[in-house]
């Protein structure tokens, strides 16, 4: 299984830039995926997932109305759209995949690191302000 994450670089506050994550050993179809993401010194923390059926969509609150997760099942690719992009939102930002079945009435459905199986290696986005 591999996760195939890019699209970073270097983008000026309220920029955009487009993360891809291409999958290749599984169907994504079967899986909920999440974008994660770590900054220098901090630990990973949850941005975005989507559901199988993409009826389901979750964002970290701090990037809500800015971020947009999305999925195409017969491309195995899953993306994050990211607009007004912020200083703090710079970081390495990895896709996921987990096979859980959540209550998405849950706050907390697709949020937690240690429900994904299969990480991809990263992208570092970098917002100067």
Same mark, same amino acid.
């Given at each position: 299984v591999?996760? =195939?994450? +890019?699209?970073?670089g270097l983008v =000026?506050?309220g920029?955009?830039?487009r993360? +891809? *994550?291409?999958?290749?050993?599984?169907?994504i &179809?079967n899986?909920?995926?999440? $974008?994660?993401? =770590?900054?220098?010194?901090?630990?990973?923390?949850f941005?975005?997932?989507?559901?199988?059926?993409?009826?389901?969509?979750?964002y970290?609150?701090?990037?809500?109305?800015?971020?947009?997760?999305?999925?195409?099942?017969?491309?195995?690719?899953? $993306?994050?759209q990211?607009?007004?992009?912020k200083?703090?939102?710079?970081?390495v930002?990895? *896709?996921?995949e987990t096979?859980i079945?959540y209550?998405?009435? &849950?706050?907390?459905a697709? *949020?937690?690191?240690?429900?994904?199986?299969? $990480?991809g =290696?990263?992208?570092?986005?970098?917002? +100067?302000?």
């Amino acid at each position: 299984v591999q996760l =195939q994450a +890019s699209g970073g670089g270097l983008v =000026q506050t309220g920029g955009s830039l487009r993360l +891809s *994550c291409v999958a290749s050993g599984i169907t994504i &179809s079967n899986y909920i995926m999440g $974008w994660f993401r =770590q900054a220098p010194g901090k630990e990973r923390e949850f941005v975005a997932v989507v559901d199988w059926s993409s009826v389901n969509k979750y964002y970290k609150e701090t990037v809500k109305g800015r971020f947009t997760i999305s999925r195409d099942s017969a491309k195995n690719t899953v $993306w994050l759209q990211m607009n007004s992009l912020k200083p703090e939102d710079t970081a390495v930002y990895y *896709c996921a995949e987990t096979d859980i079945t959540y209550d998405w009435n &849950s706050p907390v459905a697709g *949020c937690m690191v240690a429900d994904y199986d299969y $990480w991809g =290696q990263g992208t570092l986005v970098t917002v +100067s302000s």
